[in-house]
């Protein structure tokens, strides 16, 4: 077919040879079957904190999770030390392949210092050490790229919250988030977004409820489109990078935000969008979505982008070769 008479984006779907394109259409589906199959979970301890370890696409459910119950007894790890835990404390260590050196070690910290251990793997050296250990496992279906099971990483956190009375009745709003989430087309919105971040560099700026959902569009940029993408969150660039929107004329700023923010939040991301647009492109994608849907619509919005950005620049968007070899070169972890 002659480049000229290919048409976006029915005529580049065959790049996507392995298929992403189904867990990010089927997120609302992957949220309902992550929530069913996660209602067995139960709690030995009632946890002063849950301190979450683990990396990129799996590290990142609890970073959603804690800006969405706004507490400080969510404690994210996304390095080799939980540090100083107690048994107190209940440790959830995450890992989609259970492969991954970082959560490993949290792991082998956590069973001599936590008062509770969780694993949530599909697989894995994980796996096989929660056995060893006699710790709880949720386990996740196997096959899919770990960006890609996010709901099924989510899910179980979320309920382990509810479990240690962080929330409460959060059948309800993940229900109805999940309908409405189903309805909704946001592939259009998508594309056209996809079209405008080509040839650009971009920075993802969220407000606190939207900080981690900018952080996942950062990630899916970089991983989907292998495009480079960075971030930030208000009220804290508000105390830095406003300083240097001029140097940045070359970006494109898309800011984050939500209807559920406080008002001194709400302004700020409109006085940030007019700062900045004296110097860069700047998208404004404000949710008036309730809290949870926000999120959950916002992420999917955003793994749509970056999918249909990642077509746009004709590459397949699962494989990430370079972070595998990555770690081949950093050699076996003892
Ligand atoms: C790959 C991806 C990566 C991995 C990360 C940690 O799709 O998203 O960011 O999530 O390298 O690996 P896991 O999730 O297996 O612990």
Redesign the pocket.
Known sequence: MKEQEKRFPEDYYNIDKEGMYIYIRDFPLYLREAYLNSSWIQLKINPRNIVIA??????ISGEILKDYLKSNRIINIHGYHINDVTKEDLVVI???????EE?ISCFKEAVNKAGEVIVITSN?RLSRLAKEYRVKVVEVKQGL????ALPFLFIPLLVIAERAGLISNIEEELMNAIDILSKRDLKSNAIALSEKLLDKKVVIYGTPLMRSVAYRWK?QLN?NAKHAAFFHFLPEANHNELEAFNSMKDMVLIILSSEREEHRIRKRAELTRKHASKYLQVIGLHSKDPELLGILSMIQLGDYVSYYLALRKEIDPSP?EI?ESF?KELGPYV
Do not use: D, F, L, W
């Not at 683990?54 to 590290?59: D, K, L, T, V, Y």
């Open positions: 683990g990396m990129g696409g799996s590290g995450i890992s989609y392949s259970g492969n991954t959560a894995g790229q770990p960006r890609a990630t991983e990430v972070i770690k």
